[in-house]
T-cell receptor, first 114, second 119 residues
Framework: NAGVTQTPKFQVLKTGQSMTLQCAQD?????MSWYRQDPGMGLRLIHY???????DQGEVPNGYNVSRSTTEDFPLRLLSAAPSQTSVYFC?????????????FGPGTRLTVT | AQTVTQSQPEMSVQEAETVTLSCTYD???????LFWYKQPPSRQMILVIR????KQQNATENRFSVNFQKAAKSFSLKISDSQLGDTAMYFC????????????????WGLGTSLAVNP
């Protein structure tokens, strides 16, 4: 049982480049989300989804896009990377309605934008 | 809006001793969940313990227990018989209960307490 997987684990980008952070889960969870973790700021919600084809914005969505074409995958796209997007990114999943409310986290992606 | 406050940025404890980490929160909700997550140097976010607000009994998981004071909006974590492997950042988090709103699984996080267990 792989749980929540994220790739890559580390990434360095130049300002203006684009990239996609991958997230996948094998627990048939409806709810998936992306957080960023910054020193002194805690974790902040970027985007979330409650099922295939349904996404919505969190607290800090600017500069990021998401889509949810399958239950398993929830990629996060940086359209034009900026130094302010240097952070550690976590993907999490859980049941959306009923069932256990526990959220499972991926191992994180450390992104540096120079 | 809900907020979560962890007033102790750093703490240390000797191996085998007991330590308590503080967490307070602010909400107008009557039903919600509270969590403590551990983040060791590996960066993996690990659930330590959870508490449903409607339950008066404090949650316990082996050496970890909470003191949940709903009226005071306080949710402290006690670690007994501290071990070197307990060295980590500890985050307190809040989540509203249920409903059909799309954001019903959103976690509100504190800024964390860095705990060092010394040999």
């Amino acid at each position: 049982n792989a749980g929540v997987t994220q790739t890559p684990k580390f990434q360095v980008l130049k300002t203006g480049q684009s990239m996609t952070l991958q997230c996948a889960q094998d627990m048939n969870h409806e709810y998936m989300s992306w957080y960023r973790q910054d020193p002194g700021m805690g974790l902040r919600l970027i985007h979330y989804s409650v099922g295939a084809g349904i996404t919505d914005q969190g607290e800090v969505p600017n500069g990021y896009n998401v889509s949810r074409s399958t239950t398993e995958d929830f990629p996060l796209r940086l359209l034009s990377a900026a130094p302010s997007q240097t952070s550690v990114y976590f993907c999490a999943s859980s049941y959306a309605f009923g069932g256990s409310y526990e959220q499972y986290f991926g191992p994180g992606t450390r992104l540096t934008v120079t | 809006a809900q907020t979560v406050t962890q007033s102790q940025p750093e703490m240390s404890v000797q191996e085998a001793e007991t330590v308590t980490l503080s967490c307070t929160y602010d909400t107008s909700e009557s039903n919600y969940y509270l969590f403590w997550y551990k983040q060791p140097p590996s960066r993996q976010m690990i659930l330590v313990i959870r508490q449903e607000a409607y339950k008066q009994q404090n949650a316990t998981e082996n050496r970890f227990s909470v003191n949940f004071q709903k009226a005071a909006k306080s949710f402290s974590l006690k670690i007994s018989d501290s071990q070197l492997g307990d060295t980590a950042m500890y985050f307190c988090a809040f989540m509203k209960h249920g409903g059909n709103a799309g954001n019903n699984r959103k976690l509100i996080w504190g800024l964390g307490t860095s705990l060092a267990v010394n040999p």
